[in-house]
């Protein structure tokens, strides 16, 4: 087995040993509000639940040089919507990957269409068969290794408003082979749900 202290690897080196390890990663795509009340969509694989009693879904947005728009904008408005990414909507939300000038709305590039929200300002995506609404939980700076800026902001999301397709959620349960989540692996691939293993716990 080969072994390296972090010291032996560069940070361009540890980024694709984790990205190409960590997977495969649930992808979602966020919606917030620009100042001038567009709206900002951009999706990331730096997330996941964290809690359900408060639910709560944690999403680490990386700086490269500045605050990412999503990341500016949660902090301003203190809340966004989170959608699950499936195999119908990856093309569209990919097109929302880019990187625009301030407060042009990646909506303007899908065919998606809005959704209005019942609990918070930002409106969602009517195409997700998942969102939630969330408000500001907690935010996290994380700084860079040599301590001298911030690499990334983390922030907590406790949801407050829950959005499920009756194709998914059936007797309380969502059913993943109708969602046909996608994830991330490294580079340019995603991946789909595949086989699925049944194991029962130890009791």
Do not use: C, W
């Amino acid at each position: 087995m080969l072994s390296y202290k972090v010291t032996d690897l560069s940070p361009k080196d540890q980024y694709k040993v984790l990205i190409g390890s960590v997977i495969p990663r649930p992808v979602t795509m966020i919606a917030t509000q620009n100042d001038d009340q567009s709206l900002n969509l951009a999706p990331f694989s730096y997330f996941n639940m964290v809690a359900y009693n408060p639910p709560i879904l944690m999403v680490s947005i990386q700086r490269k040089g500045k605050m990412k728009d999503t990341a500016r904008n949660i902090l301003a408005n203190k809340e966004a919507v989170f959608h699950i990414v499936d195999q119908e909507n990856l093309q569209e939300v990919n097109l929302t990957a880019g990187n625009l000038p301030k407060n042009k709305s990646e909506l303007d590039l899908t065919q998606f269409t809005l959704a209005s929200s019942q609990t918070i300002q930002t409106p969602g995506i009517a195409e997700m068969k998942v969102r939630y609404e969330t408000v500001l939980h907690q935010h996290i700076e994380i700084p860079s290794s040599n301590g001298k800026e911030v690499s990334a902001d983390l922030f907590l999301m406790r949801v407050v408003h829950f959005h499920l397709s009756e194709e998914v959620y059936q007797n309380s349960y969502v059913l993943a082979d109708q969602l046909k989540p996608i994830s991330r692996l490294a580079g340019n691939d995603y991946a789909t749900l595949g086989q699925t293993i049944q194991l029962e716990r130890p009791k």
